[in-house]
């Protein structure tokens, strides 16, 4: 195994110098942009859900490989914003594509392109030095012999991309190659983060994600927007294997409210129960979980909270 940023060598003996850069992932919402981050990644490093706007913010997951280092930036889907929340995610979005070394715009297998992918293409031309790669996700949904050769050319036709690549990350199918891909458009340079690390959000941040996907298990259907997570306290319990964490989860109505804590409070201790193990898994200890839910009204609207909730 080569020495992390020393020259590696090709199947034909030649010298390649070691990479390191970052590519983001971007598309419309629910394109599967948290899934392939993590199927790349190898672990989970950003929550996933069915529901459009799961991810809020720029979730940064490294790769390590001997050749290169790749630092994945997956971002919020790109959609017509109804609140000030949603105009700056789509800000976010915009402002990720001109700092990146590559750019990954991710297009699903089972849908036609619309509006959203033209207006991202549009905005793709105007940082014409950075490679894109066209991204087909979800290829295990489509069949392969009549849907996915029409897609992937319809995909082509978009923008002159650098490369096209089907993907299925729920099923691990070429991820392999889009890596790749990925690593082959890096520059040339030292590593970025210590080998073995995985992401750099802090951890404060993963939990308070892995709670709201818990949360967002049970409700997606009835609230899939309005729910916010943060972490009050999370500290070590003195002299005993176990992270105290406090957190509060926030939404828009007192009727809200009562849908997240269920009948006698049902839904909340099964959302902490689900999210403790999550977080668990995550620290490699035992976690004591305490969860409130208050309301928050209209917080997607308002500047104030929306900095208090760190957007």
């Known amino acids: 195994m080569s020495e992390r940023g020393a020259a590696t060598a090709d199947p034909a003996g030649t010298q390649r110098p070691f990479v390191a850069g970052f590519a983001c992932l ?154 790749d891909v990925l690593v082959g458009l890096l520059p040339e340079g030292r590593p970025l983060y210590p080998d073995g690390e995985l992401t750099n959000e802090p951890e404060q941040v993963l939990v308070a994600e892995l709670i709201r996907e818990a949360v967002l298990e049970d409700v997606r259907d009835e609230l899939p927007h309005s729910i ?20 509060t989860v926030y939404v828009e109505r007192p009727s809200q409210k009562g849908i997240v804590i269920g009948r006698q409070g049902v839904r909340l201790r099964e959302v902490g129960a689900r999210a403790r193990q999550r977080i668990e898994a995550m620290l490699g200890t035992s976690v004591y979980l305490d969860l409130h839910v208050k309301v928050l009204k209209d917080w997607q609207r308002d500047p104030r909270q929306l900095h208090r909730l760190g957007f």
Do not use: W
């Open 26 to 179: 971007v598309g419309r919402p629910n394109v599967g942009k948290s899934t392939l981050t993590n199927a790349l990644v190898g672990q989970k490093v950003a929550i996933t859900s069915n529901r459009p706007q799961t991810t809020r913010h720029t979730v940064r997951g490294i790769v390590h490989r001997d050749d290169g280092q790749l630092v994945l930036v997956d971002t919020p889907g790109l959609h017509r914003p109804r609140t000030l929340l949603g105009e700056r995610l789509n800000d976010v979005v915009l402002g990720t594509l001109s700092e990146v070394d590559v750019i990954g715009l991710c297009l699903p297998a089972d849908e036609r392109s619309g509006p959203g992918d033209r207006y991202l293409v549009e905005q793709l031309r105007a940082v014409p030095d950075t490679p894109v790669v066209a991204v087909v996700t979800k290829t295990d949904l489509v069949d392969h012999h009549k849907e996915l050769p029409r897609r992937l050319v319809e995909a082509s036709q978009l923008l002159d991309f650098a490369e096209v690549v089907p993907v299925s990350a729920t099923e691990g199918v070429r991820t392999d190659v889009l890596a």
């Open 228 to 247: 916010a997570v943060s972490v009050e306290e999370m500290q070590p319990r003195t002299n005993k294997e176990l992270v105290d964490i406090y957190a």
